[in-house]
């Protein structure tokens, strides 16, 4: 079989043509059969009438290639596709063409006495993209074909019918904040299920709907690349990014999609710590216990992490003797504690000279200047009232037995350590028999005896003195 346009110089072969009103190989996306050359071989011999009588040789071999039909074709009437055609076919009707093969009699039917080939159904190229068929002439008059049965392929033509799709978006990334100009973010790729290898139907083309001055990304690989220097965590975290794929290379008619890609800055260490104020006081009763927190003070950092970790230090020796200083890694706080015991008679105020600094640093913000912060802390000492201090832890009296009732046996002497010094008043503590053969003072100290006192009985006194501060009335 062949294509030609022509008449058909053999009369035993089977043509497949197109006619000049058809699809030719036009943008309609029809395309003809090209056939290898038909050689033929012309042996002229003389007749006795003396007339030169022709001999065709035809030489078979023919290599078929693909009709076209354009998919999503949707007119009234079925789309041509083309023509089969026999040389021996004189147009009388003794020709009959079959057509059998994948569709054949269903999406494609040919009029069996003009060879003509029509699709009667819209096809989908990205269902299914080529149709294999066989075709036949048959001489009605000896029901024999006319050549052997020849196979072709119709090729379903693409149209832009398909627009581009991210089937994996929406896309969730991150890129370190402060990062350079042009520093890679993410990659999208979008799929245009159109044929590649026809046209610009699925040749995509990104760009960027929302997300500039911030971002950008390369038409042709879809990299999304940071936009603008020394974007800050700290200002904004979270961006929004959509962007677009556009077929047909990005021209005016093209198809879209469209995804979005949500972009957070990561922190780095470009914030050093920072105290509100300057200056700061707490107060610490002397009662305090020592290894006990007494107060706590806290610098802000921005970053978060490790980039936000902070180490507190005393820096002046007296503060560093008396107090310590740790971190609470929960609240990042500076926790103070006592060392030694406090005594509100002997000091009343310390200063401490804190420093708070970062413990992980980034080198490429060292230009920032120093990641450390300080603040001056004091600490005042409040007294609390101390119960009276005796001169002695205990005392050691001699008197004579028989002595009279009220004899002054000795004297215990006590005072108020507390600042204001009050008055102090003595008693005795009684036994739960209540005998009582001494008595004193309560404002000397003076103890006497008030019973007879003898020594073959009892041979030792052991007596506990109390000693308490005199209530001081603020009104008179």
């Excluded at 007339?51 to 030489?59: A, D, G, L, M, N």
């Excluded at 009959?96 to 009029?111: K, M, P, Q």
Aim: aromatic share 8%.
């Amino acid at each position: 079989m062949k294509v030609s346009r022509t008449s058909c110089l053999c009369p035993v072969l089977l043509c497949l043509c197109f006619l000049e009103g058809g699809y030719g190989a036009t943008h309609h996306g029809q395309a003809r059969l090209i056939s290898r050359n038909h050689n033929l071989t012309h042996n002229h011999n003389q007749t006795k009438d003396g007339e030169t009588e022709v001999h065709h040789r035809p030489k078979r071999g023919w290599i078929w290639n693909q009709f076209f039909v354009l998919e999503e074709h949707m007119g009234p009437e079925a789309q041509y596709v083309g023509k089969l055609h026999s040389n021996s076919d004189k147009g009388d009707g003794s020709v009959r063409y079959i057509l059998s093969g994948d569709g054949a009699g269903t999406i494609f039917i040919i009029n069996e006495v003009t060879g003509d080939i029509h699709a009667t159904k819209s096809l989908d190229r990205e269902k299914k993209s080529h149709y294999v068929l066989h075709a036949q002439a048959i001489d009605l008059n000896t029901n024999k074909p006319l050549e052997p049965e020849s196979e072709f392929i119709i090729k379903v033509q693409d149209i832009n019918d398909n627009a581009p799709k991210f089937p994996d978006g929406p896309f969730v990334t991150s890129v370190p904040e402060m990062s350079e100009v042009g520093t890679s973010v993410f990659q999208v790729t979008a799929t245009d299920a159109d044929d590649p290898t026809y046209g610009n139907s699925a040749r995509v083309v990104y760009s960027i709907l929302h997300g500039q001055p911030y971002f950008s990304v390369d038409p042709k690989t879809g990299i999304i690349r940071t936009a603008l220097p020394n974007m800050n965590r700290e200002a904004r975290e979270h961006y929004a990014v959509v962007i677009q794929a556009k077929d047909m290379a990005g021209q005016v008619g093209g198809l879209s999609g469209s995804t979005m890609v949500n972009i957070t800055l990561t922190d780095v260490n470009d914030n050093p710590p920072k105290f509100p104020q300057k200056n700061y006081q707490v107060f610490v009763p002397e009662s305090a216990q020592v290894g006990k927190p007494v107060g706590k003070i806290k610098a802000n950092d921005e970053d978060v992490g490790v980039n936000a970790e902070i180490k507190y230090s005393i820096l002046n020796p007296e503060g560093a003797s008396m107090f310590s200083i740790s971190t609470d890694k929960d609240t990042k706080e500076g926790i103070i504690s006592l060392r030694k015991p406090l005594n509100y008679e002997k000091k009343r105020q310390y200063t401490l000279h804190i420093v708070a600094e970062n413990t992980h640093l980034d080198p490429r913000f060292s230009y920032l200047g120093t990641f450390k912060d300080d603040a001056t802390l004091k600490i005042t000492v409040g007294d609390v009232n101390e119960p009276p201090v005796f001169s002695m832890d205990y005392y050691i009296m001699d008197v004579y037995e028989n002595a009279q009732i009220g004899t002054e046996v000795g004297a215990v002497t006590a005072h108020d350590p507390d600042s204001k010094n009050s008055p102090v008043r003595y008693f005795i503590e009684r036994d739960e028999k209540g005998e009582g053969y001494f008595n004193i003072e309560s404002v000397s100290g003076v103890i006497r005896t008030t019973q007879l006192l003898d020594r073959e009985d009892i041979p030792w006194h052991n007596i506990t003195v109390m000693a308490t501060e005199e209530v001081q009335n603020c009104c008179g």
